[in-house]
């Protein structure tokens, strides 16, 4: 099953920056997306405000946790 969520661990292996600057980033997209403070952040979220490709990113993620 693919994934919908996306983690400050899997933005650290995706974007090889530190947790605490994916944790950063993760903040800065759930503001962007009009998210509440500990809502998920999807896929697609992530991928608009860093206009990464989400099947490239989907498909990492997807590798990531084989």
């Known amino acids: ?3 919908i969520c996306i983690y400050p661990k ?3 292996a995706l974007t090889g920056r530190s947790y605490d600057v994916a944790k950063r980033l993760m ?3 759930r503001q962007a997306a ?3 403070t500990g809502a998920f952040v ?5 991928c608009r405000f860093t206009g990464l490709d989400a099947a490239e990113v989907a ?3 997807d590798r990531k946790s084989t």
């Open 34 to 36: 009009g998210k509440p």
């Open 59 to 61: 498909q990492a993620l």
């Open 27 to 29: 903040r800065r997209v």
């Open 1 to 3: 099953m693919p994934r």
């Open 42 to 46: 999807t896929v697609q979220d992530f």
């Open 10 to 12: 899997d933005v650290a």
